[in-house]
């Protein structure tokens, strides 16, 4: 039977090359996004390449939202087997001028979007006995800058949440994994209408030992390892994806 990934987010930019590469190794792919000419943009190119897809306007923070893509997916395509928690959002804004709302949206959607859609998920992974949640953190999860209050705790909460639910999803078959990517750029990868060609100076690419700044198909192939059986033995792990970004030292 056919493999079938749940992408939030998968529109546009890392989400977007995850959807290609889960497609490429035989995945059908349910992409969730808030953006729908980029969602029906995505799919219908993977059609075109023979790939197996569908897309939903799923706004992942809210609840009834995400039991209907779920149900849909059920419904379509009969089983889940890997969840990849990706939509995200950031509002960097001074510390002492943030609105509370602004914080209070991305808490709402990119900490309990990850829950709701792995609690939704797992549900139906219980019943087959596997799968694998991806959730997509981030490096800000682990450091910061000035200004980053809501989109760091939301990360860092991430890593807890995945280390919480690998335990309590681990007697169902269910592993539950985090990816933190450091700087990926995505504008080769948004809606094909706004998608630029990329461009970095070398100052950019020699903050990184490996020498450039990553792309998004850098974290699809993590993602395809983390959820692959060769990954059998990992759990509630947060795998780093930065180019060694965040492990080099700067005296200035
Ligand atoms: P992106 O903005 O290019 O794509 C995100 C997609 O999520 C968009 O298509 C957007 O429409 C969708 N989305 C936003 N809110 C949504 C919602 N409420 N419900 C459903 N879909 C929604 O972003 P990206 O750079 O590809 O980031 C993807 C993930 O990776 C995010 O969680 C982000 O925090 C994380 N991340 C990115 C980087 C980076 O450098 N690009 C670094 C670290 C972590």
Not at 31 to 46: N, Q, T
Not at 55 to 76: G, L, P, T
Not at 145 to 151: F, L, M
Request: glycine content about 10%; proline content about 2%; charged content about 20%.
């Amino acid at each position: 039977m056919r493999k079938v990934a749940a992408i939030t987010g998968g529109a546009q930019g890392i989400g977007r090359a995850a959807a290609l590469a889960f497609a490429e190794e035989g995945y059908a792919v349910a992409v969730a996004d808030i953006d729908k000419e980029a969602g029906f943009e995505i799919v219908r190119f993977l059609h075109q390449a023979g790939g197996t897809a569908m897309f939903m306007h799923v706004d992942i923070a809210d609840e009834a939202s995400v039991k209907r893509w779920m149900n849909m997916i059920i419904k379509e395509f009969g089983r889940i087997d890997v969840l990849m928690n990706n939509a995200g959002i950031g509002k960097n804004s001074p510390m002492l001028e943030l609105p509370l709302a602004d914080f209070d949206r991305v808490i709402a959607v990119n900490l309990r979007g990850t829950f709701l859609c792995s609690q939704q998920a797992a549900s139906y992974m219980r019943k087959q006995g596997k799968g694998a949640i991806i959730n997509i953190a981030s490096t800000r999860g682990l450091m910061s800058e000035a200004g980053t209050e809501a989109y760091s705790a939301s990360k860092g909460g991430i890593l807890a949440l995945t280390h919480a639910m690998a335990v309590s999803l681990g007697h169902y078959g269910i592993r539950v994994n985090a990816i933190s990517p450091g700087w990926i750029e995505t504008a080769d990868w948004q809606l094909s209408t706004r998608a630029k060609k990329p461009q970095h100076s070398e100052r950019d690419r020699m903050q990184h030992p490996v020498g450039r700044v990553g792309t998004p198909e850098d974290i699809a192939q993590a993602c395809l390892f983390l959820s692959s059986d060769k990954a059998g033995f990992i759990t509630g792990q947060n795998l780093v994806v930065d180019g060694g970004m965040t492990i080099k030292m700067i005296y200035e």
